[in-house]
């Protein structure tokens, strides 16, 4: 290997790269034709088989084509305390990740990587999408002298600032006492598994075998839909029967489902403070553990279910800095706690929320109007057209959908709230439930103000206000308010010296 | 109802004394990125044109509201590079010596604001059109994610370069004062 390997020049990957690169092109096509391929698989002789099976070649040759032209027009340098990516075959991309954004320098091997001996590296910015940056193949001496080339940087810039409030050293100082902020009993479990969102689930079910019934179909022409009609009109009585029997047992199952997966999941819950971090542990076969470091925590939520009000428990959700796609990943999850607990735990996380004054502000009753004619109008003259198209008694039920439109919206707009704290912002909603969000004003990202033609008529404009871990939209406001409000948190965020995470 | 027509009722800071990001003076964009909308509105709506058309010609059952449909999505169409052109006009960036603005919308108008400490980094990127007429676009990144990205059509090379610059450097600086 050649040892004089400058990284401040423009360079391409190993040349092995590109046996990765179009690997990951066949995963990514594998992954979206798979039923294509099932038909090959099992009837390969069939005329349908062959045609299939040179299309598949000829995208395959078309992605070794693509992967070599991708990889002789892919460089990587370092400049100016940069890491710099010139790529694209059909555009050109050229990205610079500063030093100071990178988060971590990961490798990665898997089998084809120890069996190639290169590693793949991934730079983390903790950023938005497309922020991330990965080198597919190289070899690892040069990884790792990338990864120093790095370290040694931050670690020059974490020396001359760290008189500052720098962030979280890697090893607390002072290793505190873990406390236990809460635990879930098993008859808590049986609470939060009760009140969870079963329609979900039931919707889940539904789709699943919805979406099985219409492969199978095009798949291997079994009609399903057919069989299911052919015997529901045959026999019409046994059919009403059935489908009466059907809806109870359904919803019992959706129910157990439920119930069963949040009691596996969530046994055994317990949430720690540890120094700066919070860790919740949960699952009876696999114990997962989760931790979010404090300063990283981004957004706070808790919502609370008809279901869950009457068991007096709130969900919660604590999202932090990450990714957009591992959002869900990333973010803790307390299925179920109490009033106090909820206090508690922002008591520990944002210790001046509690006194917090807030002024509120209230949602255009005109959202109504907007929320009706989308919701309820429109699909009650589609389904109106439908029952009088089809004479069918029961689907003029449907259009029912327009007076409860009527009422949701007006529920909704009535709880709709945008609370504004010097620093703090909070969005509380909820239709039948409560919902609430909160985020730290410095720790907003961008704000953003749009409006269509209906709300300027009246004065208004949708706001939504950023962090990196969850943003609070909220449509409707008067649109003077909005804007004091972008002003208002660009000068804040622009004037804070603490950093967001 | 009660309407409250102030931020905060128990206001600490003078809100009126604020920088406002709305009387800024906004920056249009290079003249020749309107010609690249046209074009590239004017790609789909032949495609769009041609397709419902061809369509309406084969399927003579449906006449005569296989045309009336044609002739409806001929006019969206031709109204849809219209108003890709016209938008053209209400784009623009404003940079302070903090944040950077951009704004565009007709009917649906949007601004969105960062501010340089929270920029993760910038890229400038060059579609086919693009390259033809000379134009870059400047992506700017933060760690808000996807949606919060913002991206500035329309700029001479040489400029998005220069703005590509001056915004990494006060981001730099931004954070070395923290």
């Known amino acids: 290997m050649d040892s004089t390997s400058n990284l401040y020049q423009p360079q391409r990957q190993s040349p092995k790269a590109v046996i990765l690169i179009l690997l990951k092109y066949i995963r990514i096509i594998v992954r979206q034709m798979w039923p294509i391929l099932l038909i090959v698989l099992i009837n390969p002789t069939s005329g349908k088989g062959i045609i299939i099976t040179i299309i598949a070649l000829g995208i395959a040759f078309i992605s070794l084509i693509y992967s070599l032209v991708a990889y002789t027009r892919y460089y990587f340098f370092i400049q100016n305390n940069e890491l710099c990516v010139r790529s694209g075959v059909f555009r050109k991309i050229v990205l610079n990740v500063p030093f100071d954004r990178i988060q971590s320098v990961d490798f990665k091997r898997n089998l084809v990587h120890q069996f190639l001996n290169v590693v793949s590296v991934q730079v983390d910015t903790a950023g938005s999408k497309g922020s991330e940056l990965e080198l597919d193949a190289i070899e690892l001496e040069r990884a790792e002298e990338l990864r120093e080339i790095v370290l040694a940087y931050k670690r020059e810039r974490h020396v001359s600032n760290i008189d500052n409030s720098d962030p979280i050293p890697p090893i607390p100082v002072v290793p505190e006492a873990p406390e236990l902020i809460l635990s879930l009993s098993p008859k808590d479990l049986i609470k939060i598994g009760i009140s969870e969102n079963h329609l979900r689930t039931a919707a889940i079910i539904f789709a699943f075998f919805l979406g099985l019934a219409d492969d199978l179909d095009q798949l291997l022409g079994w009609d399903i839909y057919g069989q299911l009609e052919n015997t529901t009109t045959a026999m019409s009585i046994f059919g009403l029967v059935a489908t009466l029997l059907a809806i109870p047992l359904f919803i019992g199952i959706s129910f157990s489902i439920t119930l069963i997966r949040t009691v596996l999941k969530y046994y055994g819950l317990k949430f720690w403070r540890e120094g700066k971090s919070f860790k919740v542990v949960s699952g009876l076969f696999t114990r997962n553990e989760k931790s979010i470091q404090k300063s990283k925590i981004q957004v706070i939520r808790w919502v609370t279910s008809p279901l869950k009000r009457i068991f007096g428990i709130y969900q919660m959700n604590i999202y932090q800095a990450t990714n957009v796609d591992q959002n869900q990943d990333k973010s803790l999850v307390i299925p179920g706690c109490y009033q106090q607990q909820v206090d508690h735990t922002l008591d520990t996380i944002v210790p001046d929320f509690k006194d917090a004054v807030f002024t509120s502000h209230q949602m255009h009753p005109s959202i109504v109007r907007l929320m009706v004619f989308l919701f309820g109008f429109i699909p009650a003259i589609l389904f109106g057209l439908m029952a009088w198209y089809n004479e069918g008694m029961m689907q003029w039920l449907l259009t029912l959908v327009f007076p409860l439109a009527i009422w949701m919206g007006y529920l909704y707009q009535r709880k709709r709230r945008l ?83 | ?129 693009d390259r033809r007429f000379g134009l870059s676009k400047l992506t700017i990144y933060t760690a808000g994610g996807q949606s919060t990205d913002l991206m500035i059509p329309g700029l001479l090379p040489d400029t998005a370069e220069k703005l590509k610059a001056f915004i990494l450097r006060s981001t730099e600086q931004s954070i070395e004062q923290e």
């Open chain 1, 419 to 501: 609370k504004i704290h010097p620093d703090f912002l909070v969005s509380e909603g909820g239709i039948f439930g409560n919902s609430y969000k909160l985020i730290e004003i410095y720790k907003v990202q961008s704000v953003h103000i749009e409006s269509s033609p209906m709300q300027r008529r009246r004065g208004l404009t949708s706001l939504h206000v950023f962090t990196a871990g969850g943003d609070i939209s909220f449509p409707y406001l008067n649109a003077t308010i909005a804007r004091q409000a972008r002003d208002y948190i660009m000068y804040r965020v622009e004037m804070e010296e603490k950093s967001w995470m």
């Open chain 2, 1 to 129: 109802m009660n309407q409250i027509n102030e931020l905060f009722t128990n206001a600490q800071i003078d809100l009126t004394g604020l920088p406002e990001a709305e009387q800024m003076e906004m920056i249009p964009l290079e003249p020749a990125y309107k010609k690249v909308r046209y074009i590239s509105a004017a790609l789909v709506a032949v495609i769009m044109i041609f397709a419902v058309w061809v369509f309406a010609f084969f399927q003579p059952d449906l006449s005569p509201y296989g045309y009336t449909g044609a002739g409806l999505v001929t006019l969206l169409a031709a109204w849809m590079v219209y108003y890709n052109g016209l938008v053209f006009h209400y784009m623009g960036y404003a940079i302070r010596e903090k944040d950077i603005t951009y704004k565009s919308g007709w009917l649906w108008k949007s601004m969105t604001t960062i501010p340089f400490n929270r920029v993760q980094h910038c890229d400038l990127r060059q579609g086919i059109l």
